[in-house]
Structure formats: C-alpha cells, structure tokens
C-alpha cells in the first residue's frame, strides 16, 4: 500500500496544504469561483428542498420542483468541474489530491445519485413521487459533503492562523 493512501488516515498529523499550496490556493482564480459557487448552489439547495417537500406534502408544483433539481444538479456539475481545476492547479491533480481524498470520494457518490435523477427524469423510469424521493437521497448526500468541506475550509482557516511571518516570505520566494 502506498504511503499516500495510507495517511489518509492520519491527517490530523499533517497540514491540509504546504506552503506552496496555500500559496497557489490563494493566487487561483477557481477558489474565488469556487467561494462563489458553492454558497450559490446551498441556496438553490435550500429553495428547491422546500419545493421539492411542498410537492410530496400538497401534490402540487412538480414542474417547479423538477426544475429546481435539474439547476440545483447543474450548478453540482460546474462546482464540481470547477473544483477539478481547481485541485489540479493546487495540488497537481484533478482528483483524489490526499488533502480532500474522502470528500472527492464521497462526491462521486453525491454526483451519481444527481445523474441518476437526471436519468430517471428523461427516461421516465419511476413515477414522479419516486423521482424526488431519489432526489432528497441525492440531496441528503449532497449535505453530509458539504459538511466534509466546510470542516476542511474551518482546517484551512485554523492552519493560516499558524502560519509564521517567515514562512509567508518562503512561500513567495518558492514559486516560479
């Protein structure tokens, strides 16, 4: 087993990004992208489980909940599009970079239950009640990854709180 893989369990020792890292995670365009993506694609989340509910609970708005699912999974797909540039410019990969290794794994899952959705949708395969239930099992998934991010963003900040005054001129001095 290689060594990469196996500290995967061990993170906690280590830090989320080096020195070069963070500096390439802050000079990236994509993280700004990224900052603006995923509270725009929480927000549509939040409006279109409110929607998708009302039709469960009412019978009534299966159109607009359909179409709040059908954004909410595209905004899924340029976030995630996005974010594999991102991680390639910061970490050299577009996937499975050590530092987000598990949310990328568990974001494989989030993405297949979003197509899946899709798929259903244009097939036509279950009735529309199954439709959203599959949709709230993609959400609930969606929710768990997000959590994943949101304690490496609140590592991330805790990390750049110890960072020493001169590792700030290493950093600088070390990219190309």
């Given at each position: 087993m290689s060594r990469e893989l196996y500290n995967h369990g061990t993170r906690s020792a280590s830090p989320l990004y080096t020195p070069e890292q963070r500096l390439r995670r802050d000079n990236s365009p994509w993280t700004l992208v990224q900052g603006v993506l995923a509270p725009l694609q929480f927000a549509v989340f939040l409006v279109s489980l409110f929607l998708v509910a009302r039709t469960l609970?009412?019978?009534?708005?299966?159109?607009?909940?359909?179409?709040?699912?059908v954004l909410k999974t595209l905004l899924l797909y340029a976030i995630?599009?996005?974010?594999?540039?991102?991680?390639?410019?910061?970490?050299?990969?577009y996937l499975f970079a050590p530092a987000f290794f598990w949310e990328d794994v568990?974001?494989?899952?989030?993405?297949?239950?979003?197509?899946?959705?899709?798929?259903?949708?244009?097939?036509?395969?279950l009735t529309p009640h199954q439709q959203l239930y599959l949709a709230l099992a993609a959400y609930a998934?969606?929710?768990?990854?997000?959590g994943q991010f949101l304690i490496k963003l609140r590592m991330a900040r805790l990390e750049g709180r110890t960072i020493r005054?001169?590792?700030t001129s290493e950093m600088v001095g070390s990219v190309p």
């Open positions: 609970l009412t019978g009534e708005g299966l159109f607009v909940a359909t179409v709040s699912i995630m599009v996005t974010g594999s540039i991102w991680e390639k410019q910061v970490f050299g990969r568990f974001s494989m899952l989030v993405l297949a239950l979003h197509t899946a959705y899709l798929v259903v949708l244009v097939v036509g395969w998934t969606y929710v768990i990854n997000a005054p001169d590792e």
